[in-house]
């Protein structure tokens, strides 16, 4: 890849996440506030999914990382084991 290309790309993933911060910061913080008719709510699933998509991703990236750890560390292990041979 160019110069070009990684400062595209950078740009791109950093307005991401500054949409996707401003969006689920508006979401948690703010919408609870707001009344339940307001057409600003037709934005934003419910409140309590705020709570729960964030939390099954932490578990999900946890179970992931420490799956992939455990497998390092075995192969370690193994290789480790047939080098001591």
Excluded: N
């Excluded at 999914?49 to 192969?75: D, H, N, Q």
């Amino acid at each position: 890849m160019s110069t070009g290309t990684d400062k595209a790309v950078g740009a791109v993933a950093f307005f991401s996440a500054v949409a996707i911060f401003l969006y689920y910061t508006l979401w948690s913080l703010v919408m609870p506030f707001v009344d339940e008719d307001h057409p600003l709510q037709d934005f934003f699933p419910p409140w309590e999914y705020a709570i729960r998509i964030p939390l099954i991703l932490l578990i999900v990236g946890l179970t992931v990382i420490c799956t992939f750890l455990g497998l390092a560390m075995a192969k370690s292990k193994k290789t480790q084991t047939k080098k001591s041979k």
